[in-house]
């Protein structure tokens, strides 16, 4: 069974400071993987995705991940946090095998200080 | 592009009524729609994926006849909380998979059901 894990439940950075959410995931082969953002009371907004192919994504907002297979891992970067960075962020890992349902982590949330 | 909508946003009822969520996906089809359960502070878990013209599989732990789905259309499914109770309060979230896209789902707004 697929599985995702964030190991860090909040994280605060200073405005301007950079970014960096972890993820690790657990999956048999190579696994579809999505970074998504969710504020306050809102649905979940697509950050990026990885498939196949180059490992470095680029994303919106400033965001970029990078997929790691020998570390299981697709950590999300963003040089330079504003204000508005501030909401919680989901790792997610889906596979063909599993019909591509996705299967989310536990999620971090991310506080800006002015 | 790829637009999802969740009919109502927000729901209050008392307990032991039964309240419809409507998930529609504006400008595409949607062959298969997922629902998930947000509890405060919590990620998204998967209830059920519903696929247009056919049951819905459920997840193990939900209650098919408490949470009955249905995908009645391309472009709608809905989400009847059967029976509600206080412990059904919860944000449910719709995500829907356009049927040109295997990989991908689109999440909507979210509904924020609280049951008194």
């Known amino acids: 069974a697929q599985s995702v894990t964030q190991p860090d439940i909040h994280i605060t950075v200073s405005e301007g400071a950079s970014l960096e959410l972890r993820c690790n995931y657990s999956?048999?082969?190579?696994?579809?993987l999505f970074w998504y953002v969710q504020s306050p009371g809102q649905g979940l907004q697509l950050l990026l995705k990885?498939?196949?192919?180059?490992?470095l994504v680029q994303g919106i907002k400033g965001f970029e991940a990078e997929f790691k297979r020998s570390q299981s891992s697709f950590n999300l970067r963003k040089p330079s946090v504003h204000w508005s960075d501030a909401a919680e962020y989901f790792c997610?890992?889906?596979?063909?095998?599993?019909?591509?349902?996705?299967?989310f982590g536990g999620g971090t949330r991310v506080l800006v200080k002015p | 592009g790829a637009v999802v909508s969740q009919h109502p946003s927000w729901v209050i009822c008392k307990s032991g009524t039964s309240v419809k969520i409507e998930c529609r996906s504006l400008?595409?089809?949607?062959?298969?729609m997922f629902w998930y359960r947000q509890f405060p502070k919590q990620s998204l878990m998967l209830m059920a994926t519903?696929?247009?013209?056919?049951?819905?599989?459920?997840e193990q732990g939900v209650e098919k006849d408490k949470f009955l789905i249905n995908h009645a259309s391309l472009t709608l499914s809905t989400l009847t909380v059967t029976s509600a109770h206080p412990e059904d309060s919860s944000f449910y979230i719709c995500?829907?998979?356009?049927?040109?896209?295997?990989?991908?789902?689109?999440f909507g707004p979210g509904t924020r059901l609280t049951v008194l």
């Open positions: 995500s829907a998979r356009p049927a040109a896209s295997y990989n991908e789902q689109f």
């Open positions: 999956y048999g082969a190579t696994p579809y």
């Open positions: 990885y498939f196949s192919g180059d490992t």
């Open positions: 997610a890992v889906g596979s063909p095998a599993a019909g591509n349902k996705l299967t």
């Open positions: 400008d595409f089809q949607a062959t298969t």
């Open positions: 519903s696929n247009e013209g056919s049951k819905a599989t459920y």
